[in-house]
């Protein structure tokens, strides 16, 4: 099947080339780069295939099982990164719906473009990061559900959480629609990039429903210990996004419209696709009739669960938004380094994000079956892989700078250039700051203290935002006291969260996993 899409691909950028010769050598040279592009998401396709064969997902019941791992047993240090591995190539695939909006858009529609899909990406996250927060909190309970081998219960939670997080995703749809401007006045968004920004999002607000389904749904799957088949769905996914991408913009024409549209439609396959997915293969998402019904103890449960990590991830959002307004008053040559860098960073410390999420599962797990010794090796282990991981990925970013950031920016702007590296090169070095933070919010999520998730999230973002406003505004720092404010926060809170495990929960035993209150 891959040849077969391979040559039919191929055919059709060559058919194209011949069609648009007469326009000269530019048109050739984009077409023989969309050519790359397509090639690059085939290769992401095989490789999705290639893992799902690897973990033998088949469409039976029995590889399913085969596909989950009981992280309470075996290997730690094995099977922490088996597990952590889908995640991360999962999440690698879903920041490509926007950096391959980022790549073309820059390349093809202009800086002032690449700005407004940059700023509009940044306020996208921010609202997805609630619905995100929901279902990483209920995630938690479900591992330690699972953990307990307490199937009613997990039912019971099932239930009521997708029906409250479903509500909010309604919720958030209307208000985006409804207060769309007054959104857009609180970014400070320039003149020059309004209209280009205010097209990007009426469309793309249409995918909220879309992200809750797909992350609802891998939330349970990975809380079960399957992280293969979220990943299987976006693979496909990113590829639908890359040629729809494509075909938008530079067939249709239709601008950053196109890419919106583009990034909707292979959202919405990947939220059908795995509701469908855990509805016909999953016998424990068919909730026993027993278990169908409003239970308030299940729902104060989720919610308090839920609520503190939604709000976590809100206000981590909230602060990278504020952020980005301050970024915008810069104007749009430090929007657009700021958009290109960002994305830079999030494929850099994405598989820190995601081993710390593994390892919150992880200890979760273990929480439920009271193995207070597996909790331990399980810190350790995880602290060595993030120590070792960081350094490896600051020193690429560190030294190949100037080569990333080409890949979204065109040579010939110098300027962009200089922001985005001054960018990576302050920010890039102190990655381990933010895969120690990422690994501290798995650990309280998981020990059901998100609360101090919340606290370690405020005093990073709160220092950001709060030197960033104070050291910006002086001539000989400008826009690098943003990009410094940064690192500090992260350390600062990774003191704080470390200091606390130390002193309140390492030597008074509330690590210990039949420790509740």
């Given at each position: 099947?891959?040849?077969?899409?391979?040559?039919?691909?191929?055919?059709?950028?060559?058919t194209?080339?011949?069609r648009?010769?007469?326009?000269?050598?530019?048109?050739?040279?984009?077409l023989?780069?969309c050519?790359?592009?397509?090639?690059?998401?085939?290769?992401?396709?095989?490789?999705s295939?290639?893992?799902?064969?690897y973990?033998?997902i088949?469409?039976?019941e029995?590889?399913?099982i085969m596909?989950?791992?009981?992280l309470s047993?075996?290997?730690?240090?094995?099977?922490?990164?088996r597990?952590?591995?889908p995640?991360?190539?999962g999440?690698?695939?879903q920041?490509l719906?926007?950096v391959?909006d980022?790549?073309?858009?820059?390349k093809?529609l202009?800086?002032t473009?690449?700005?407004?899909?940059?700023?509009?990406?940044?306020?996208?996250?921010?609202l997805?990061s609630?619905l995100l927060?929901?279902?990483?909190?209920?995630?938690?309970m479900?591992?330690?559900?699972?953990?307990?081998k307490?199937h009613g219960?997990?039912?019971?939670?099932?239930y009521?959480?997708?029906f409250?997080?479903a509500a909010?995703?309604?919720?958030?749809n209307v208000?985006?629609?409804l207060?769309?401007?007054?959104?857009?006045?609180?970014?400070?968004?320039?003149?020059?990039?309004?209209?280009l920004?205010r097209?990007?999002?009426?469309?793309i607000f249409?995918g909220i429903?879309a992200?809750?389904f797909y992350?609802y749904?891998?939330?349970?799957?990975?809380?079960?210990?399957n992280s293969?088949v979220?990943l299987?769905?976006?693979?496909?996914?990113?590829?639908?996004n890359?040629v729809?991408d494509?075909?938008?913009?530079?067939?249709?024409?239709w601008g950053?419209a196109?890419?919106?549209f583009?990034?909707i439609l292979?959202?919405?396959f990947?939220?059908?696709?795995?509701?469908?997915?855990?509805?016909?293969?999953?016998?424990f998402?068919?909730i026993e009739?027993?278990n169908?019904?409003?239970?308030p103890a299940a729902f104060?449960?989720?919610?308090?669960?839920?609520?503190?990590t939604?709000?976590q991830?809100?206000?981590?959002?909230?602060?990278?938004?504020?952020v980005?307004?301050?970024?915008?008053?810069?104007?749009?040559?430090?929007m657009a380094?700021?958009a290109?860098?960002v994305k830079?960073d999030a494929?850099?410390?994405m598989?820190?994000?995601?081993?710390?999420n593994a390892?919150s599962?992880?200890?979760?797990?273990n929480y439920?079956?009271k193995?207070?010794?597996r909790?331990?090796?399980?810190?350790r282990s995880a602290?060595?892989c993030?120590?070792?991981f960081?350094?490896?990925?600051?020193?690429?970013?560190?030294?190949f700078?100037r080569q990333?950031l080409?890949l979204?920016?065109k040579p010939?702007?110098?300027?962009?250039?200089?922001v985005g590296?001054s960018?990576?090169?302050?920010?890039g070095i102190?990655?381990?700051?933010?895969?120690?933070l990422?690994m501290?919010?798995g650990?309280?999520?998981?020990i059901?203290?998100?609360?101090?998730?919340?606290?370690?999230?405020?005093?990073?973002?709160?220092?950001?935002v709060?030197?960033?406003?104070l050291?910006s505004?002086?001539?000989?720092i400008?826009v690098n006291?943003?990009?410094?404010a940064i690192?500090?926060?992260?350390?600062?809170a990774d003191?704080t969260g470390?200091i606390?495990?130390?002193?309140k929960?390492r030597y008074?035993?509330?690590?210990d996993?039949?420790?509740?209150?």
């Open positions: 099947m891959k040849p077969y899409a391979m040559r039919i691909i191929k055919s059709s950028v060559a194209l080339s011949l648009k010769k007469r326009s000269g050598t530019k048109l050739v040279r984009d023989a780069k050519r790359r592009f397509l090639r690059g998401s085939l290769r992401i396709l095989l490789f295939w290639l893992v799902k064969h973990y033998y088949n469409y039976t029995e590889y399913v596909a989950q791992i009981d047993e075996g290997p730690i240090t094995k099977n922490m990164l597990f952590a591995f995640m991360i190539c999440n690698m695939l920041q719906y926007n391959v980022t790549l073309i858009v820059g093809y202009g800086t473009a690449l700005a407004a899909v940059g700023s509009s990406y940044t306020l996208m996250t921010f997805t609630i927060g929901m279902c990483m909190g209920s995630g938690a479900f591992s330690i559900r699972y953990g307990e307490n219960k997990l039912q019971q939670d099932l009521v959480s997708f409250l997080i909010l995703a309604v919720l958030i208000i985006v629609f207060f769309l401007d007054p959104i857009m006045a609180l970014l400070s968004v320039p003149a020059d990039t309004y209209a920004m097209e990007y999002l009426w469309v249409f429903g992200t809750f992350n749904f891998a939330a349970v799957l990975r809380a079960l210990g293969l979220p299987v769905f976006l693979g496909i996914s990113a590829v639908i890359i729809l494509l075909y938008f913009i530079l067939s249709c024409h950053v196109g890419a919106a583009a990034t292979a959202q919405w990947s939220g059908v696709g795995i509701v469908a997915y855990c509805i016909l293969k999953c016998p998402m068919r009739k027993q169908r019904h409003f239970s104060k449960e989720i919610t308090n669960a839920s609520f503190l939604c709000l991830q809100s206000v981590m959002n909230l602060g990278i938004l504020m980005q307004g301050l970024v915008n008053s810069f104007g749009s040559i430090v380094a700021f290109a860098a830079i494929f850099a410390y598989p820190l994000q995601d081993f710390g390892f599962t992880f200890i979760a797990q439920g079956a193995k207070e010794d909790i331990r090796q399980g810190i602290a060595g993030v120590a070792c960081s350094l490896i990925v600051s020193a690429l970013v560190v030294c700078a990333l080409l979204f920016i010939e702007e110098t300027e962009v250039l200089a590296m960018y990576l090169r302050i920010v102190f990655y381990f700051g933010i895969g120690t990422f501290l919010y650990l309280y999520r998981a059901n203290r998100p609360g101090m998730s919340l606290v370690l999230t405020i005093i990073s973002l709160g220092t950001r709060l030197l960033a406003y050291l505004p002086i001539p000989a400008g006291g943003i990009w410094w690192p500090i926060g992260w350390f600062l003191m470390i606390y495990y130390i002193l929960m008074s035993h509330e690590t996993p039949g420790h509740r209150r």
